[in-house]
């Protein structure tokens, strides 16, 4: 197995042990065995359970990445495609916490540590929420000041939005998935009464 390989596998292991045990109760020793390895190699990728957690965050931040990189891609009107980039992220986010079980708990308990991986999956999806906006205001769509300051203002909304959305707190009933019309009347109209 190329080391490449043995590196994703021993961090799917964590991610399912984290998942089923929480960080807490997972050690190293319980990653060795599930991959059915040894300590040794566990150790030569990885030097504390802290560093492959945080690879199972950015493992599972990519993966996000790679899904919104294809809605961002697609081919729809640059409103349309924010629509459906907030509406995706949300459910793609939701998604995740809840695969991730006992994660789930550790993401809410230990919202610092996750913070702290998702700096650079942060930046790109301000990236993306840029190159919408930029999109927008070329084919006329959108009216935007600064589609910098912009992004970031959206992007910080949906993050204030993911704990809500998780917990179901956003809509009556916590099995409903988002609003779209409510999402996208508040993006694109706003709240002044015209």
Request: hydrophobic share 40%; charged share 30%; glycine share 4%.
């Amino acid at each position: 197995m190329s080391s490449v390989k043995t590196k994703d596998m021993l961090i799917e292991k964590a991610r399912q042990l984290f998942a089923r045990s929480g960080f807490e109760n997972t050690t190293m020793n319980d990653i060795a065995e599930a991959s059915q390895r040894g300590r040794r190699t566990l150790y030569t990728y990885f030097s504390n359970k802290k560093e492959i957690y945080n690879a199972v965050i950015e493992s599972e931040l990519e993966n996000l990445y790679v899904q919104l990189q294809k809605t961002v891609e697609k081919e729809h009107t640059a409103s349309d495609k924010l629509m459906l980039f907030f509406v995706s992220r949300l459910e793609i986010i939701k998604e995740v916490v809840t695969r991730n079980g006992t994660l789930k708990g550790d993401f809410f308990r230990d919202i610092f540590r996750v913070e702290n991986v998702r700096k650079t999956f942060d930046r790109k999806e301000i990236s993306f929420l840029k190159m919408i906006l930029d999109e927008g205001v070329e084919s006329n769509e959108f009216e935007v000041l600064d589609t910098m300051k912009t992004a970031r203002i959206l992007h910080f909304a949906l993050k204030g939005l993911e704990v809500p959305y998780i917990r179901g707190v956003m809509t009556q009933n916590p099995k409903d998935s988002i609003d779209r019309d409510t999402v996208a009347n508040l993006i694109f109209t706003g709240i002044i009464k015209k």
